[in-house]
T-cell receptor, first 111, second 117 residues
Framework: DGGITQSPKYLFRKEGQNVTLSCEQNLNHDAMYWYRQDPGQGLRLIYYSQIVNDFQKGDIAEGYSVSREKKESFPLTVTSAQKNPTAFYLC??????????FGPGTRLTVL | AQKVTQAQTEISVVEKEDVTLDCVYE???????LFWYKQPPSGELVFLIRRNSFDEQNEISGRYSWNFQKSTSSFNFTITASQVVDSAVYFCALSFVMDTGRRALTFGSGTRLQVQP
């Protein structure tokens, strides 16, 4: 089945640690996205990538980093510079800028 | 600037009632797309519909229907004969062109729908 997978489902981070969230898709989509969702709020764009080896900052990129070495993979690293990382993180993909399809999400909690 | 407003934070209905979720948008683009997504308790966003700015025809899919009116910049979503399984957070989103020339989505803050049995 084609789709988007994210791992882990739950992630706990200690203060000062970097953590990496995985996002993989087998839909053959060119574009991939990372969003952050806080309780009771909509989604905010962190980073996006239209092609391999290219990515752009979204609205709230500070404290995050990404890579796009393969078409099917777009990992997100939450660095220690992100002061309030506790949130729900969603990865999405699309054909160009068309309809975005989402993965199941990763819930990150800072201890 | 691009903006999506979902003024209804939470709606509670009893099963079999009809319910309408409101969405108002702002954009300076002449070509844009509007979307509705459903987020059940599991968290994954499920795509429901995409509507092109040039197509103002209403759309019906089973118990779901959408009313797009450019004159009022609204894209409302109606669920007929609601069911408990419709309980979720529903997001309206607008596709717009960024400075990079690429399209991105901006989301409303969502409407939580609770359908009581």
């Amino acid at each position: 089945d084609g789709g988007i997978t994210q791992s882990p489902k739950y992630l706990f981070r200690k203060e000062g640690q970097n953590v990496t969230l995985s996002c993989e898709q087998n839909l053959n989509h060119d574009a991939m996205y990372w969003y952050r969702q806080d309780p009771g709020q909509g989604l905010r764009l962190i980073y996006y990538s239209q092609i391999v080896n290219d990515f752009q900052k979204g609205d709230i990129a500070e404290g995050y980093s990404v890579s796009r070495e393969k078409k099917e993979s777009f990992p997100l690293t939450v660095t220690s510079a992100q002061k309030n990382p506790t949130a729900f993180y969603l990865c999405a993909s699309s054909v160009g800028g068309d309809t975005q399809y989402f993965g199941p999400g990763t819930r990150l909690t800072v201890l | 600037a691009q903006k999506v407003t979902q003024a209804q934070t939470e709606i509670s209905v009893v099963e079999k009632e009809d319910v309408t979720l409101d969405c108002v948008y702002e954009t300076r683009d002449t070509t844009y797309y509007l979307f509705w997504y459903k987020q059940p308790p599991s968290g994954e966003l499920v795509f429901l519909i995409r509507r092109n700015s040039f197509d103002e025809q209403n759309e019906i899919s089973g118990r779901y229907s959408w009313n797009f009116q450019k004159s009022t910049s609204s894209f409302n979503f109606t669920i007929t004969a609601s069911q408990v399984v419709d309980s979720a957070v529903y997001f309206c989103a607008l596709s717009f062109v960024m400075d990079t020339g690429r399209r991105a989505l901006t989301f409303g803050s969502g409407t939580r729908l609770q359908v009581q049995p």
